[in-house]
């Protein structure tokens, strides 16, 4: 018989980086507010989390990060005036974040790293498991990755991790599973993980990416987690702390996605995003195209004429 695990309601996002690499952009803006297409980041993020089932959502936020909180607020001089004028659509689109997810916030204060940040997530998570979405990391919605996370975590318990196949070369970036199959082609279980291994030493090219589903034990386990890699406290750390000991917080799985993620992290990955999520717009996509295959075009004209 299948055990049944109790169910995720909760989701955890870390938004309290400094976003340095796109300076001097985000110097006064939080680099979760950057717009893809006509939408920032961050909300992208919510919504995934809503489209798993998971409406109660903390965000871990630092100093200069209160744009974050007013896009998911109300802004009732602004509705106002959409209404006046009669642009519904307008006033649906700003109603739409506001209405998305009952949101909760907590400041970090020092950025001691990325388990430091799940770690400040414990009084308001308490004793369940929960979901962690990294707001760098958007999962295209047409591939449901963190529904099924979570469908593995209710099934099997313990702790859900994401990976994906990276280039060997790539590896260094990440941090790194090394795997055992299951009966399921994109489940494994995890049997060990690095943090940012060399490539010569890493134990596969699977790479963890932005989401996780795990259980309250880990809490624990961080609270104990000396500062790793970068002199800030791993997540990855204390997850190898839980595959090392299943009867602290249950086994460790990982399901390997194919689908369609964007890096919004690197200006390079952020760039395409747009363009990605502009050329499959209804909207936007045809005269778009249209436009960027004459572009495109007239690029290689004078690139050969060169």
Known sequence: MTQSHPRISKAVIPAAGLGTRFLPATKATPKEMLPVVDKPAIQYVVEEAVSAGLSDVLMITGRNKRPLE???????????????KGDAGRLKKVQESSDLATMHYVRQGDPRGLGHAVLCAAPHVGNQPFAVLLG???IDPRDPLL??????????????IALMEVDPAQIHLYGCAAVEATGESDVVKVTELVEKPDASEAPSNLAI??????????FDILR??????GNEIQLTDALEKLVEDETVGGPVHGVVFKGRRYDTGDRGDYLRAIVRLACEREDLGPEFRTWLRSYVTEEMLHSSEG
């Open 147 to 160: 529904a099924r996370m979570v469908e593995i975590q209710e099934r099997e318990g313990g702790s859900v």
């Open 136 to 138: 760098d990391d958007l």
């Open 209 to 218: 990416i932005g989401r996780y589903v795990l259980n309250p034990a880990v």
């Open 70 to 84: 007013d896009h998911f607020d109300r802004n009732y001089e602004l509705e106002e005036a959409l209404t006046r």
């Open 224 to 229: 104990e987690t000396q500062p790793g890699r």
